[in-house]
C-alpha cells in the first residue's frame, strides 16, 4: 500500500499560482504512473493530470491545460502540480492519486491509491 501526502494548496487570487507536493512512501516510486485530481463542493471527483513513470508522458484535462503543469522527482519520491492562471473555477479540494497502472493503452491509467486532499480556493 502506497501513502500519500499532499502539500501547498492555499487560498490564492484569480491569475495567481500554486505548487502543490505529493510525497509518497511504501512502494517502488518509480513503477507507477502518478496523477492529479479534484473535487469542487458538488460535483464528483474529476481528473486533473497524469505523468508516467520516468515522466516522458503527461495529459491533461482540457480545462487546465496551457496553465497547469505536473511533474515528478523519483529520487525525492514526489509528484508535482503546478498550477499558473488560476481561475475561481479551479476551487477544490486536489487529490494525488498513485499505484497507477495503465490500463491498455496511454492515457488510460488505473489508480490504486489516494492522498487526503489538499484545499485550493481561488478568489475572484
Known amino acids: 500500500q502506497v501513502q500519500l501526502v499532499e502539500s501547498g494548496g492555499g487560498l490564492v487570487q484569480a491569475g495567481g499560482s500554486l505548487r502543490l507536493s505529493c510525497v509518497a512512501s511504501g512502494r517502488i516510486f518509480t513503477r507507477y504512473v502518478m496523477g492529479w485530481f479534484r473535487q469542487a463542493p458538488g460535483k464528483e471527483r474529476e481528473f486533473v493530470a497524469t505523468i508516467s513513470t520516468i515522466g516522458l508522458s503527461t495529459n491533461y484535462a482540457d480545462s487546465v491545460k496551457g496553465r497547469f503543469t505536473i511533474s515528478r522527482d523519483n529520487a525525492k519520491n514526489t509528484v508535482y502540480l503546478q498550477m499558473n492562471s488560476l481561475r475561481p473555477e479551479d476551487t477544490a479540494v486536489y487529490y494525488c492519486?498513485?499505484?497507477?497502472?495503465?490500463?491498455?493503452?496511454?492515457?488510460?491509467?488505473?489508480?490504486?491509491?489516494w492522498g487526503q486532499g489538499t484545499q485550493v480556493t481561488v478568489s475572484s
Open positions: 492519486a498513485g499505484e497507477g497502472v495503465v490500463r491498455d493503452t496511454w492515457p488510460r491509467v488505473d489508480f490504486g491509491s
